[in-house]
């Protein structure tokens, strides 16, 4: 009896160990069979084509998945390697269903093979193959991700997986899964992530550079040096995120929602802010020159020597907000409501304003200093209002612009 194609082309018994992906990989040929169409007996009389026509292109694609399914079962990891790095060009070959029918495969033996928190520093070879053919597949091998939308696939699903330094440039992850993902080092940048869940992700020294995330989840992540600079980020949530000496400059952030996050020695100079939701928030150390904040809501946020200068502060609500130690003498906009001055309703300690400033009532019952100015129903004295600036914020003396 002759011997099963797949099997003898590959060189190795049926009965041998089968890898991760195999199951999906039977799963793509058994759907390409069921697919093709049944061959008609030929013609006599019809004239041999000197070009390759339909038929005989779907049996070389045929072929090719044969190809590397017999590969993705092989015990050996060159061939694993092998027929996993051939799937690109097959997925660029077949239509819809089998492109998304090898993207779940890969995506699965991703998460499968390297699971966020792994002992492992990097992932393993047939997970950086993986990797490496899916970023091909979801760039269309050129850079051009528009082919193959939301609208031809289903969303990625690379949820909680070791995603550490991988080279995701330019591909397109729109709506994709990345709940829990470590992305530690990875390189985002140019890439489509509109509406991506990156809740509870890990990103240190992740580059976002010009990458689009709009209305993408970040909530409940924690940033370490990522870049975001010129990144279009509209409407984005980033509730109850820790973002710790990370780039935002030029990006749009315009309506995104930090309330509730942490933002300590964040770089946001002539970010588009409008219409942010800072509700909550604790700013410190943070670099707002020339960002627009204008009709952004800062109500009960926390401000220690941020950098405002050119800043837009246009309509912008302070609502029980505590400046400390905030120069808003070279603010563009600044008006501060008599309504949010009530009783300990705002806290300004060693805040500088703009001269002949007029919104404060003057007969607000206050402390004034020079750059100075204190709620007396919060504090009695200057040397109260120092000790409670060094006690919340273990500030060093303010550095000049």
């Known amino acids: 009896m002759p011997k099963d194609r797949s099997t003898q082309k590959a060189g190795f018994d049926s009965s041998a160990p089968r890898g991760v992906i195999g199951s999906f990989a039977d799963a793509l040929f058994q759907k390409r069979k069921a697919s093709e169409p049944i061959a008609s007996e030929p013609i006599a009389s019809e004239p041999i084509a000197s070009e390759p026509n339909a038929e005989d292109r779907g049996t070389a694609i045929s072929l090719d998945v044969d190809e590397a399914i017999a590969h993705f079962n092989h015990p050996n990891l060159k061939s694993r390697l092998k027929g996993i790095a051939a799937l690109p060009d097959i997925a660029q070959a077949t239509d819809s269903v089998g492109t998304s029918t090898i993207v779940e495969a890969l995506t699965t033996l991703i998460r499968q093979t390297a699971p966020a928190g792994s002992i492992e520093p990097k992932p393993c070879l047939e997970t950086q193959a993986a990797l490496q053919a899916l970023c091909q597949i979801l760039t269309n091998s050129s850079g051009d991700s528009s082919e193959l939308g939301v609208a031809h696939r289903p969303p990625l699903n690379l949820a909680h997986a070791n995603l550490c330094g991988v080279d995701l440039s330019g591909a397109n992850l729109e709506q994709a899964n990345l709940k829990g993902a470590d992305l530690t080092g990875a390189n985002l940048s140019r890439a489509n992530l509109n509406g991506a869940n990156l809740k509870e992700a890990t990103l240190h020294q992740t580059n976002f550079n010009k990458a689009q995330l709009v209305e993408a989840d970040l909530s409940f992540s924690r940033l370490t040096a990522v870049n975001f600079d010129q990144a279009n980020a509209v409407g984005a949530r980033l509730v109850r995120t820790v973002i710790a000496t990370s780039s935002f400059n030029a990006a749009d952030f315009s309506n995104a929602n930090f309330s509730l996050s942490d933002l300590k020695g964040t770089r946001l100079a002539q970010t588009n802010l409008s219409g942010a939701n800072f509700h909550r928030a604790t700013l410190t150390q943070v670099d707002l020159r020339a960002s627009d904040l204008s009709h952004a809501n800062l109500g009960r946020a926390k401000l220690a020597r941020v950098r405002l200068k050119a800043a837009k502060l246009n309509q912008t609500r302070f609502d029980r907000t505590m400046l400390l130690r905030v120069d808003c003498s070279d603010t563009e906009g600044l008006t501060i409501q008599p ?27 206050c402390v004034q200093f020079p750059y100075l100015l204190i709620n007396e129903g919060f504090f009695k004295d200057i040397d109260t209002a120092e000790a409670h600036l060094k006690q919340m914020c273990s500030l060093n003396p303010p550095v000049a612009e």
């Open 339 to 365: 309504s949010e001055l009530g009783a300990q309703d705002l806290f300004l300690c060693d805040v500088r304003l703009p001269e002949n400033y007029q919104d404060i009532p003057p007969n607000r019952d």
